[in-house]
């Protein structure tokens, strides 16, 4: 297929971005996303065209079709094309099964998803950090929440005495962090939005969007999947899933995983008017502060 070949183009339904769309190419649906945000790093599309085949085969994901590099001198943006996976969004299908009460399809679809944040917490990494380009290569970061917590007060703007039992949230976590020594491969944006599944069967089909990949700890993308979906069939499903393949118990996994998703947490809760997830995270992470617990809601 050559770019010359797509006759059609759309916005993909559910895209925050503004820079993914469904189109028709060659008589197939493709997916093209661009990198024209200047926060893009140059070798972004390179990347992700990278972590699609790292894991291909270990994840279900959408194949590489295509990918063109920015061009500077016409300013065209970088572009990449992948595969169109069937299946419905896993958002969809969660809102349609508590909407259903069915706590056993909430369950199957939480093992699913568990099972996929599990195995990406089975490829290591040699250090912490950020994807430098297509290699994989890694850009180094020392990270502790009681530092990032600091970096981001000023843009939280809170009371003092919510910003004091932060603080002391932060220092627990980090002290349950630190109990694991090893790093893996983080999809970062791992949540029921950026999941395809096969609607008869729950199972996963596609994980989709790693834009925000790196090296990090093993419990961050277990967080993200149960920062906001928190029904309880979802969440015993989810847990059961990881820890049938990573071993170790459900409400050990549940407090790391809690601990880990509070960076996620500090930075979109400092960005609150950015978005509606941003400002929910803050009314999340505003409700762990004011009860010193990772898990309250």
């Known amino acids: 297929m050559e770019l010359s070949d797509i006759v059609s183009m759309e916005p993909l339904e559910g895209g925050w971005s503004g820079e993914t769309f469904v189109a028709e190419a060659a008589g197939e649906r493709v997916v093209v996303r661009l990198f024209a945000d200047p926060r893009h790093g140059p070798s972004a599309a390179e990347i992700q065209v990278a972590l699609l085949r790292l894991v291909r085969g270990l994840v279900p994901v959408p194949g590489v079709v295509e990918m063109r590099r920015a061009d500077p001198v016409s300013g065209q943006p970088a572009l990449l094309v992948t595969e169109w996976v069937e299946g419905v969004r896993g958002d969809l299908l969660l809102s349609r099964l508590v909407d259903s009460d069915d706590s056993v399809g909430m369950r199957r679809l939480g093992e699913a998803v568990g099972r996929v944040a599990a ?60 109990i694991v020594g090893r790093v893996t491969l983080v999809h970062s944006d791992l949540n029921p939005k950026n999941l395809m599944l096969d609607p008869e069967t729950l199972a ?31 969440v015993d499903g989810v847990l059961a899933g990881y820890v049938a393949l990573r071993g170790g118990d459900a409400d050990a996994a549940l407090a790391m ?25 803050h009314e999340r992470l505003l409700a762990i502060a004011r009860a010193r617990d990772v898990h309250a809601e």
């Open 119 to 178: 195995t990406l917490a089975g490829m290591p990494q040699l250090r912490g950090g950020l994807f430098v380009d297509g290699s994989l290569a890694v850009e180094p970061y020392a990270m502790d929440l009681p530092t990032w917590v600091a970096d981001h007060e000023e843009r939280l703007g809170w009371a003092e005495a919510d910003m004091l039992a932060l603080r002391m949230v932060a220092d627990r976590a980090q002290d349950l962090l630190d």
């Open 204 to 234: 996963v089909v596609g994980v989709l969007d790693w834009e925000f990949a790196h090296a990090g700890h093993p419990f961050t993308d277990l967080g993200n999947l149960l920062r906001f979906d928190r029904h309880a069939p979802y």
């Open 257 to 281: 995983a809690r601990a880990a998703d509070l960076v996620a947490l500090v930075d979109l809760a400092a960005r609150r008017q950015a978005n509606p997830v941003a400002a929910r995270a």
